[in-house]
């Protein structure tokens, strides 16, 4: 062996300068990534709560019939955008006009015998007075009879009158006490049956006796059962799931369609339990849409935190008895306001993916609610006009019954 060989065996390996250089660039580089990293964690990152198992929800308002009935018209269908009040269905309303006819039979003929009721006030009145007069008419008639007796007895001594007249006499002042006794009976009875008569109407108008009013009752039910018989859109929105079909028969509360009006949606977005310690009512949220991608970006604010879990809602919610339970991270949805000019502006639907990120940075917000909604969360007043046409028909129907317009 040479000795240069022996000088390479014994001597240790100087290495490359240049790979040193580019290990200690790249140890370098990922000490500067690593604390540019923790300090955007704790600069920024630490104030922000992101997901992306968030979906647009709404409210998908059924329409359903408050009667049974054939359909003989479908006045909207999937897609289609429709005003609050405009018909959507209507039924055949046959057996419904049968019904009100016979309730405006039954309220008038109620009418006319209350009417009699009123009118029996004066007959009685009458009866009165006239048994009365059989009171006054039987007692003169006692004081005649108890004259002619008197006189008759002072007269029998001296055989002036017979026995026979005598016992004439006493016989017809007996008839008038039974006659004043059978008119005084006649008396009470009258009073009891005006009394009896005048307990019903006392006080009380003939349009406002109960027996007008539930007349009346009926006659609203079976208007507003006609009128049920087309069915109108409760709110502004669109058609979606149209089951109907033309010639069905649909019993009370069949689904028919669904309106969902897009002005009112909001984003559910399910975050993890470990995510939620520092989410707040109120905080702002800036969410995205598949449907429009990252450009487009929807300003929102957290109106709520839901009560639970997705499992504990299952319909098999997990337990360990039953051995449906597995330990893995909950979620739990928070309830994201969405800016309804935003919405008007780049619509939404119902069930579309959206990516939320909650600033969290303010903490001066509550966890949960702590007083009720102060006005109702959505309303309708399609409904009240339903029962004008109704009262006006009572009107009108009880003015003419009771003699007048």
């Known amino acids: 062996m040479t000795a240069t060989q022996t000088q390479a065996k014994t001597t240790p390996a100087t290495g490359n300068p240049a790979r040193k250089k580019a290990l200690s660039a790249i140890a370098s580089v990922m000490i500067a990534s690593g604390l540019g990293w923790a300090a955007y964690e704790w600069l920024i990152g630490s104030h922000f709560e992101s997901t992306d198992n968030a979906y647009v929800q709404g409210n998908v308002i059924q329409i359903t019939p408050h009667m049974g009935g054939t359909v003989t018209a479908i006045l909207a269908d999937d897609t289609d955008f429709v005003k609050a009040g405009q018909p959507l269905v209507r039924l055949d309303p046959a057996d419904a006009k049968l019904a009100l006819d016979q309730a405006r039979a039954n309220l008038a003929q109620t009418v006319r015998q209350v009417r009699t009721l009123y009118a029996n006030n004066a007959s009685l009145t009458t009866q009165i007075a006239l048994r009365e007069t059989d009171v006054t008419r039987a007692k003169a008639d006692i004081s005649r009879a108890t004259d002619d007796l008197n006189r008759r007895q002072s007269l029998v001594g001296d055989g002036a009158v017979s026995k026979e007249e005598l016992n004439h006499s006493q016989t017809q002042l007996s008839n008038a006490n039974s006659a004043l006794v059978a008119a005084q009976a006649g008396v009470a009875?009258?009073?009891?049956?005006?009394?009896?008569?005048?307990?019903?109407?006392?006080?009380?108008?003939?349009?406002?006796?109960?027996?007008?009013?539930?007349?009346?009752?009926?006659?609203?039910?079976?208007?507003?059962?006609?009128?049920?018989?087309?069915?109108?859109?409760?709110?502004?929105?669109?058609?979606?799931?149209?089951?109907?079909?033309?010639?069905?028969?649909?019993?009370?509360?069949?689904?028919?369609?669904?309106?969902?009006?897009?002005?009112?949606?909001?984003?559910?977005?399910?975050?993890?339990?470990?995510?939620?310690?520092h989410i707040r009512i109120g905080q702002p949220v800036k969410l995205t849409a598949d449907l429009y991608g990252k450009k487009l970006e929807y300003q929102g604010i957290v109106s709520g935190?839901?009560?639970?879990?997705?499992?504990?809602?299952?319909?098999?919610?997990?337990?360990?008895?039953?051995?449906?339970?597995?330990?893995?991270?909950q979620r739990v949805p928070v309830r994201v306001a969405l800016d309804v000019a935003q919405l008007a502006k780049n619509p939404l639907r119902v069930g579309l993916s959206m990516e939320a990120t909650v600033d969290v940075s303010q903490q001066d917000g509550k966890m949960l609610a702590d007083a009720p909604r102060a006005q109702a969360l959505v309303q309708t007043t399609v409904y009240e006009s339903s029962s004008d046409g109704a009262a006006q028909e009572v009107q009108k129907i009880v003015a003419a019954n009771l003699g007048h317009p």
């Open 305 to 329: 935190v839901g009560m639970g879990t997705g499992a504990a809602f299952a319909l098999l919610p997990a337990q360990n008895a039953t051995g449906n339970w597995i330990k893995v991270v």
């Open 189 to 277: 009875a009258a009073k009891q049956q005006l009394a009896s008569n005048q307990a019903m109407t006392d006080g009380i108008s003939i349009e406002q006796h109960p027996s007008v009013q539930a007349a009346a009752a009926k006659l609203r039910e079976a208007w507003l059962t006609k009128e049920r018989a087309t069915l109108p859109a409760p709110v502004d929105g669109f058609v979606a799931r149209r089951s109907v079909q033309l010639g069905q028969r649909v019993a009370a509360g069949t689904p028919l369609m669904s309106i969902i009006p897009l002005n009112q949606l909001w984003v559910d977005a399910n975050f993890k339990e470990v995510q939620l310690r």
